[in-house]
C-alpha cells in the first residue's frame, strides 16, 4: 500500500481592535500550501484546502469556490479542494440589544491547483494572475450570544465571481443579480 508523502504549511494572522464596549474590529489573513512528492503527486483529501462556507469567502457555499476561474458543471455536488489557499476576512461587530449582535463582513480568497496534473481549466496557480482570480463577497450577519455559545446567522452576497468570464468577474451593476449570488450559512462560534 503507497502512502502519502507531502509537505504542507499554513500561516494565519488574525487581529482584534476593540474600538469602544459596543463595537469591534476583526480581520484575518490565512496562506496554506500543499505539495505532494514521491508516492502521490496529489494531496490526500482531507489534507486538501477548500473555501467557501461559515467559515471562509461566506458569499459561497462551502467547497463550491475555485479552484482559480474553474466554473463547476451545473447542479454538480460542490466540493472543490486544491492545493494552495489564501484567504482574507473583514468584519465589524457590533453590539445591537441584550444578547444579539450584528455583523458586516467582507471576505476575499481562492483556491488554486499547484500540480500540473489537475486537468480542471482555470485551476492552476499562477503568480502573474492569482489576484486576477480572487472572488469577493460582502454580507451582514446577526450573532446571539448565550455567552457560553454563540450562535451565527450570516447571508453574504457575491461581488466578484473568477468564474465569471463577463464583465472580469463583477456582478453588482454589470448583470442582474440572481438567488445564486447569495448564500446563508449557520454555525456555532465566531468564523475567527
Request: positive net charge; hydrophobic residues 40%; proline residues 5%.
Amino acid at each position: 500500500t503507497r502512502f502519502a508523502q507531502y509537505i504542507k504549511s499554513d500561516v494565519e494572522f488574525r487581529y482584534g481592535h476593540i474600538i469602544d464596549k459596543y463595537n469591534t474590529l476583526v480581520g484575518r489573513a490565512f496562506i496554506g500550501v500543499g505539495f505532494p512528492y514521491g508516492n502521490f503527486d496529489v494531496l490526500p483529501f482531507e489534507k486538501k484546502y477548500f473555501s467557501g462556507g461559515a467559515n471562509g469567502i461566506r458569499a459561497w457555499q462551502v467547497r463550491s469556490l475555485g479552484p482559480g476561474t474553474y466554473r463547476m458543471p451545473e447542479n454538480a455536488y460542490p466540493n472543490q479542494s486544491s492545493d494552495i489557499k489564501i484567504e482574507a476576512n473583514l468584519e465589524y461587530r457590533f453590539k445591537l440589544v441584550g444578547f444579539l449582535e450584528g455583523a458586516l463582513f467582507a471576505d476575499a480568497g481562492n483556491i488554486w491547483a499547484i500540480n500540473e496534473k489537475d486537468n480542471r481549466p482555470g485551476s492552476q496557480f499562477r503568480v502573474n494572475e492569482f489576484y486576477k482570480q480572487l472572488a469577493l463577497g460582502a454580507g451582514t450577519g446577526f450573532r446571539f450570544d448565550f455567552t457560553y455559545f454563540i450562535f451565527r446567522l450570516d447571508v453574504g452576497m457575491k461581488l466578484r465571481d473568477p468564474s465569471q468570464y463577463e464583465f472580469n468577474g463583477w456582478i453588482p451593476g454589470k448583470r442582474k443579480i440572481t438567488g445564486d449570488d447569495f448564500n446563508f450559512s449557520f454555525a456555532i462560534g465566531y468564523p475567527f
